[in-house]
């Protein structure tokens, strides 16, 4: 079973076609359907065009609604106001769409693939080794894995790139303390692994860069280990090794943590376009897109100055010969551009950073690296702000560790599950909660645009009442058990009955699935699936209200309503697989 037409499609066909008999100069016009609370659809398309063609927009909507076929999908249209269309479907196609869509086997629910899908390079989860993660680093992960999950699902070919910070001065900085206080990881470090480790190498990176900031020599010798670093001695790679190793596993714990599949090989770090740069630089000097200024290989922008007024370049080597951030992510961009075969490249970064994405997209275009066929666009998110606003801080105003924080988000779900529990087993509550306490965090940060600022708010996050993943995940708990409770009744459509209110509204929505998804992977925006997502279940909440299920009137009526609990679930349950959040069967 392939992809099934929605009937938002059919809908447009039919109106399209009446409006080219009716007009035939708007054969290819846009009737501007949209869905509307005075009818199933809006058409506004009417005014523009009549006035365009010098007629009377009623009488031009009149001509359309006579050509237009009533019947199979459409019941009923009429002009309204200066010439808007009110379409009515007919119960029997919203019935038979969604029977097509419970039909398709793939359990794509008839969504369609997108009709030319390319290449997407996704950039996201990099935290940088030796260090802790935190909240910044979650924005990051969670929103790339919506988004690889969003775009697989259209078809597109998603290559995962995590650009972990693994490379440059600050390692030259730690392998030379810790080669001078060889003691320091050793008596912590002995058995741990994880977590725990990684909080010592967080201590210890904050005791090097102490160090540095302090005593002029150490950060000439941090410097010198630095160039051993990147010119391959043995021994400092080693010890870099060890860092980098070490901090993967406690990585791969958050990520697990998160509920969130990352693989080995897409780690590919700062470090792992080291024999590229020089590269880079020179052609981006023989272009003469860069330029030496004061020993500096400098790129520069007309419109971007600093608070002096004067000229701010994209350093892309620095006088002593280092690279830095940006020669790594121009290097990047080719390996993505011709090795990888991108057609676009998202960067899920801290908007904090744009500024250097700025500079180094608009060097990598005059570098002729990316053009209109190949394009980079950072999906800049906001900062994550405490309940009182600021910055997320813990109470000694240190950034707050983005494990201790899933660790509290886990236990508060837990409790509302607890709470809740009919005829759950301890450890069933321990797996929900897990389910939930995740789903909260990152449910709460995909439903807001992703520039906006969001506070942290655990509480609103595990409420059940709301726009929250918990309400989205009772809704589904709450369908399966009707499903478990209507025993050997199986669900089944029943196109020739007549549908109430509610049920139509129900059955339109899920038809708008489709569009819902194609939308959000186009703009990169998942708080749009998650706002369809919270709006089929109000839907599904009134349904179930108004429309008695098991207790329907006819058995006819209850396998119809059993078959539209069952589609709204595998929608809810899909959609929210996308944003990369659980469905449990029973919470
Ligand atoms: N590691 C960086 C950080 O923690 C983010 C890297 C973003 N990606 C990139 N290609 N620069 O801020």
Same mark, same amino acid.
């Given at each position: ?10 809908v447009q066909?039919?109106?399209a076609?009446?409006l080219?008999?009716?007009l ?8 501007? #359907?949209r869905r509307?609370d005075?009818a199933?659809?809006?058409a506004?398309?009417?005014?523009a065009?009549?006035k ?5 927009p ?5 001509q359309?609604v006579?050509?237009v076929?009533t ?6 249209i ?8 009110n379409?009515t ?7 038979e769409n #969604?029977?097509?869509?419970?039909a398709?086997?793939?359990g794509?629910?008839?969504?369609p693939y !997108? @009709?030319?899908p390319g290449t ?6 990099? &935290?940088n080794?030796a260090?802790e ?6 924005r990051?992960?969670v ?7 969003l775009?697989?699902?259209t078809?597109?070919t998603v290559?995962?790139?995590h /650009?972990i910070?693994?490379?440059?001065t600050?390692f030259?900085m ?5 080669? +001078? /206080?060889?003691?320091?990881?050793? /008596?912590?470090a002995?058995?741990?692994?994880g977590?725990?480790?990684?909080s010592?190498l967080?201590h210890?990176?904050k ?7 302090s005593? =002029?020599?150490f ?7 630095v160039v051993?670093l990147?010119?391959?001695d &043995? ?8 860092f980098v190793d070490?901090?993967k ?5 958050v ?8 693989r080995?090989?897409?780690i590919?770090g700062?470090s792992?376009y080291?024999?590229m740069l020089a ?7 023989e ?18 100055k ?6 701010v370049?994209?350093i892309?080597q620095k ?6 951030y940006a020669?790594t992510?121009?290097s990047a961009?080719r390996?993505r551009v011709?090795?990888?075969? !991108?057609? $676009? ?8 950073q744009? #500024? /250097?994405?700025?500079m ?9 690296? #990316?053009?209109?066929d190949?394009?980079a666009?950072? *999906?800049?998110?906001?900062t994550?702000l405490g309940?009182d606003g600021?910055p ?5 105003? @240190?950034?707050?560790k983005?494990?201790?924080l899933?660790? =509290?988000?886990?236990e508060?779900?837990?409790?509302v599950?607890? +709470?809740?529990a009919?005829?759950l087993?301890e450890e069933e ?9 995740v789903g909260?965090?990152?449910y709460?940060?995909l439903s807001? $645009?992703?520039?906006?600022?969001y506070?942290?708010?655990l509480?609103q996050m ?5 726009d929250?993943?918990v309400y989205?995940q009772? !809704?589904? !708990? ?7 409770k209507a ?8 196109? +020739?009955?007549?549908?109430?209110e509610a049920?139509?509204?129900l059955?339109l929505h899920?038809?708008?699935?489709a569009?819902a998804?194609?939308?959000?992977a186009?703009?990169?925006a998942?708080h749009k699936l998650?706002?369809?997502l919270?709006?089929?279940? $109000?839907l ?9 299920? *098991?207790?329907?009137?006819?058995? +006819?009526?209850?396998e ?16 929210m697989a996308?944003?990369?959040i659980?469905?449990p069967e029973? *919470?």
């Amino acid at each position: 079973m392939a992809s099934v037409t929605s009937l938002s499609d059919s809908v447009q066909q039919h109106l399209a076609s009446a409006l080219s008999a009716a007009l035939p100069e708007a054969a290819d016009a846009d009737p501007l #359907l949209r869905r509307s609370d005075r009818a199933d659809y809006q058409a506004n398309g009417i005014l523009a065009l009549a006035k365009k063609a010098k007629a009377n927009p009623r009488e031009l909507a009149t001509q359309v609604v006579s050509q237009v076929v009533t019947g199979d999908v459409i019941a009923d249209i009429e002009v309204s106001g200066p010439g808007f269309l009110n379409i009515t479907v007919a119960d029997k196609a919203i019935t038979e769409n #969604l029977a097509a869509r419970y039909a398709d086997e793939a359990g794509r629910l008839g969504v369609p693939y !997108a @009709e030319s899908p390319g290449t997407t390079v996704i950039d996201y989860a990099q &935290p940088n080794v030796a260090k802790e993660m935190h909240v910044g680093h979650l924005r990051s992960a969670v929103i790339g894995d919506a988004l690889v999950q969003l775009l697989e699902f259209t078809g597109e070919t998603v290559v995962r790139r995590h /650009h972990i910070g693994d490379w440059g001065t600050q390692f030259g900085m730690l392998i030379q303390y810790l080669d +001078e /206080h060889p003691h320091e990881l050793d /008596h912590k470090a002995r058995e741990v692994t994880g977590e725990e480790a990684m909080s010592n190498l967080d201590h210890l990176y904050k005791a090097a860069r102490r160090l540095f900031d302090s005593d =002029e020599e150490f950060k000439t010798r941090a410097r010198r280990r630095v160039v051993d670093l990147q010119a391959g001695d &043995p021994r400092t790679l080693a010890m870099w090794q060890k860092f980098v190793d070490e901090s993967k596993i406690y990585f791969f714990s958050v990520f697990e943590k998160l509920d969130m599949e990352i693989r080995d090989a897409d780690i590919v770090g700062e470090s792992g376009y080291n024999d590229m740069l020089a590269e880079t630089c020179r052609l981006l000097e023989e272009s003469g897109v860069a330029v030496r200024s004061e020993g500096a290989l400098c790129v520069f922008f007309d419109d971007i100055k600093g608070p002096d007024g004067n000229l701010v370049p994209l350093i892309v080597q620095k006088s002593d010969g280092g690279y830095g951030y940006a020669a790594t992510d121009l290097s990047a961009i080719r390996d993505r551009v011709f090795n990888l075969k !991108a057609n $676009s490249i998202i960067y899920v970064v801290d908007a904090r950073q744009s #500024l /250097h994405f700025k500079m180094v997209f608009e060097t990598a275009r005059r570098a002729g690296w #990316l053009n209109d066929d190949v394009k980079a666009y950072q *999906l800049a998110f906001g900062t994550v702000l405490g309940k009182d606003g600021k910055p997320f801080k813990t109470r000694e105003g @240190e950034t707050v560790k983005l494990v201790d924080l899933l660790d =509290e988000a886990v236990e508060r779900a837990s409790a509302v599950v607890r +709470e809740k529990a009919q005829d759950l087993s301890e450890e069933e509550i321990s797996e929900r909660g897990a389910q939930v306490g995740v789903g909260a965090v990152k449910y709460a940060d995909l439903s807001t $645009s992703a520039n906006r600022d969001y506070k942290f708010d655990l509480d609103q996050m595990v409420s059940l009442n709301g726009d929250t993943s918990v309400y989205l995940q009772y !809704a589904y !708990a709450r369908i399966r058990s009707i499903l478990r409770k209507a025993g050997d009744v199986q669900p089944a459509a029943h196109p +020739e009955l007549a549908l109430h209110e509610a049920e139509r509204a129900l059955g339109l929505h899920i038809d708008g699935f489709a569009e819902a998804v194609a939308e959000t992977a186009a703009e990169y925006a998942p708080h749009k699936l998650a706002a369809y997502l919270y709006h089929l279940a $109000s839907l599904y909440t009134s349904f179930y209200d108004k429309c008695p299920v *098991l207790k329907a009137e006819t058995s +006819e009526q209850v396998e119809n309503r059993l078959f539209l609990c069952d589609v709204t679930a595998r929608t809810l349950h899909q959609g929210m697989a996308l944003l990369g959040i659980r469905t449990p069967e029973r *919470l």
